[in-house]
Each structure stands twice: as structure tokens, then as C-alpha cells.
């Protein structure tokens, strides 16, 4: 089974840019459906933030459209979330997330609910 752990996270100041990553371990990205997911300090819920297919198909929340990119360094094996113009409001926990092929087909890679592989997440702050 694919393990998880995401890196990067820090503290920047809003319109700052900062890119995190998602190293795998066990297994690789092209079996999976990969996200990346944020969640409010104090708050339960996980919201999608970017998905990335096996075939190369991406799909972006409204709110970072056109400040947020995701791609993978298959060299590498590392999943990366590259984050541009932040604002406060980008402040959360951040995880990465993998849902294998064979479960995902119809499902909207934005849903948390499915997915079966998690990092630990890593903390970005934005100050104003």
C-alpha cells in the first residue's frame, strides 16, 4: 500500500507563493487518483482543493482556479501542489490523498469521502 507524507508547508505573507509535496513510498502515482485537500485549524471537515488524474487530467476548487497548479515529478515519485497569490483565507492543514484507478471512475476527485490513502499534512499560514 502507497504511503503518503507532504512537506513545504510554512508561514508567508499574502500574494506569497509556496509549493508543497507529496512523496510516495510502496507504490506509484500512476495507480491513483491524487488530491490535495485543506482543512480549517479547529474545523472536522476536509475540503478539496486540486486533483490530479493518472491520465493527466486536473480539476481545480473555484476559489484557487488560476493561482494553483498540481503535477507530478514521475522522476521523482513526488506529487506537488504549486500555490501562487495566497491569501489568508488559504490558511489550513493541507494533505495529500490517494484514491486507486479502480475505485474512482465517476467519482468527483474533489470529494474526500472515498479516498483511502492520507498524509500526515503540513501547515500553511498566511498572514495578511
Known amino acids: 500500500h502507497v504511503q503518503l507524507m507532504e512537506s513545504g508547508g510554512g508561514s508567508v505573507q499574502a500574494g506569497g507563493s509556496l509549493t508543497l509535496s507529496c512523496i510516495a513510498s510502496?507504490?506509484?502515482?500512476?495507480?491513483?487518483?491524487m488530491a490535495w485537500f485543506r482543512q480549517t485549524p479547529g474545523k472536522e471537515e476536509r475540503v478539496g482543493v486540486a486533483s490530479l488524474e493518472s491520465d493527466g487530467d486536473t480539476r481545480y476548487a473555484e476559489y484557487v482556479m488560476g493561482r494553483f497548479n498540481v503535477f507530478i515529478e514521475d522522476a521523482k515519485n513526488i506529487f506537488s501542489l504549486q500555490m501562487t497569490n495566497l491569501s489568508p483565507d488559504d490558511t489550513a492543514t493541507y494533505y495529500c490523498?490517494?484514491?486507486?484507478?479502480?475505485?474512482?471512475?465517476?467519482?468527483?476527485?474533489?470529494?474526500?469521502?472515498?479516498?483511502?490513502?492520507w498524509g500526515q499534512g503540513t501547515q500553511v499560514t498566511v498572514s495578511s
Open positions: 490523498a490517494a484514491l486507486p484507478n479502480n475505485m474512482a471512475a465517476g467519482w468527483n476527485p474533489l470529494n474526500p469521502n472515498r479516498y483511502r490513502y
Open positions: 510502496g507504490d506509484s502515482f500512476n495507480r491513483y487518483l
